[in-house]
């Protein structure tokens, strides 16, 4: 076994600038198909990470103004939303969580003690936790009984306790929002970074009569169940939007009346094209490589004419058809593999070097390898040199002895 592979390297150093050439551009073949699918990756982890702060299976409805003549109301009618609104698209079928939100235009003053700041306060139901992915680190949400009875009680964000009670417990705390008293229940994190944990969270039935809301809503939103396509969320949003101009009297096909926006279909969407970004890169480098595999076979096809009369002896004294085939195969697929696996190491510390000392970019966020990529492109490079080999080693073993003799 020793012999036979001494022999292997002997017969590939005989040649080594061909040699070295052969097993660059295998490397180099799968070199750039671990780099690529590296940035794949690293591009949908940045997509992912834009759509971190709100729910994906999320239908946003907003309102707008009458674009359409209808029913004797004319064009630029503004269009508000109330509680009314929220019951009926509550019980529509297909909606999971739903919630409102009331805002306080601009940011509002916040103050505990002699601190203050201004904050960006939303007044909103308590299915609102489902929209934001708001992680409550203390205390609790607000709950359903906060809505009924209209408790002056508020949710804040880790930078807004931070900065108003500098590292102190703010549960059961008293904080003045827009000269108005309410309670601190909990505090929350938000994966949609600093800007999201400067948010405050009160009930919108009390700011309704707080702030002299009456029954006004300037915001619905809604998801449809996780596992629902874009076409389903549609047709929920659709639903809600017939529903809608039925209540306040504008065209069914108006669609500036009301913006409905749909996360999933937008999220599917970019899922679908991020799909066709890995296809291309890994055809792309696929292709690669298997130029580089071609490569072998014309190598081995030239070998194999230098070497005739070998074969000829070979066979001349006794070393069978299916010898000679497999020598040549493993001649190919030690080739192959050697260099494919140095083209594979070198990939996987590019993609590492680049995500532990490249700087975060929004849309190329920690580049990496899955280990089952690596392990499916290690399996194809050494079925590609087994293939690459098989016609050489198919010419090599007709060689007759009187061709050893010729020579």
């Given amino acids: 076994m020793w012999d ?87 019980a529509l079928d297909g909606v999971e969580h739903l919630t ?32 934001e992915n708001t992680l409550v680190r203390s205390g609790r949400y607000l709950n359903d009984l906060d809505i009924e009875q209209r408790r002056k009680v508020t949710v804040i964000g880790k930078e807004v306790s931070e900065f108003l009670f500098q590292g102190a417990d703010p549960l059961g705390e008293w904080v003045d929002i827009n000269r108005i008293q309410y309670r601190v229940i909990g505090t929350f994190e938000d994966e949609g970074g600093a800007g999201e944990m400067r948010q405050v969270y009160i009930p919108i039935t009390t700011a309704q009569v707080a702030y002299a809301g009456g029954e006004k809503i300037h915001h619905l939103m809604f998801t449809v169940d996780p ?13 809600a939007h017939i529903l809608l ?9 108006d669609r500036r009346a009301v913006r409905i926006r749909n996360n999933l279909e937008t999220w599917q969407t970019i899922q679908g094209v991020l799909d066709l970004i890995h296809l291309f890169a890994m055809m792309v480098g696929v292709g690669t490589m298997m130029a580089g595999i071609v490569g072998v076979s014309n190598i081995l096809l030239v070998s194999i004419n230098e070497r005739t009369s070998e074969f000829g002896l070979r066979k001349a004294l006794g070393a069978t058809p299916s010898a000679i085939v497999w020598m040549v195969l493993q001649e190919s697929v030690l080739l192959t593999s050697v260099s494919g696996w140095m ?65």
């Fill in 227 to 239: 596992s629902s396509t874009a076409a389903e969320a549609d047709a929920v949003a659709e639903q």
């Fill in 4 to 90: 036979r592979w001494t022999e292997l390297l002997h017969t590939l150093m005989r040649n080594r600038l061909r040699t070295l050439l052969t097993a660059f551009s295998v490397a180099w073949g799968i070199f750039v198909l671990v780099i690529l699918l590296g940035l794949g990756e690293g591009l949908s982890n940045g997509v992912a990470w834009q759509f971190r702060d709100d729910a994906t299976h999320s239908v946003w409805i907003r309102r707008g103004r009458t674009s359409i003549p209808w029913r004797g109301h004319s064009v630029g009618r503004q269009i508000y939303f109330d509680n009314t609104d929220y019951a009926a698209i509550d």
């Fill in 100 to 131: 409102g939100r009331f805002y306080l235009w601009g940011e509002g003053t916040i103050s505990y003690r002699d601190r203050h700041g201004a904050f960006s306060v939303r007044a909103v139901h308590p299915e609102h936790v489902h929209l």
């Fill in 343 to 407: 083209g594979l190491v070198g990939g996987i510390a590019a993609i590492e070097a680049t995500a532990r000392f490249a700087p975060q970019l929004d849309y190329l966020r920690d580049p990496s390898v899955h280990i089952g990529s690596a392990l499916g492109a290690i399996t194809l490079l050494i079925i590609a040199g087994g293939v690459a080999g098989f016609v050489p080693a198919w010419r090599a073993s007709r060689v007759q002895p009187v061709e050893a003799l010729r020579s």
């Fill in 245 to 253: 101009s039925r209540a306040h009297n504008f065209s069914p096909d």
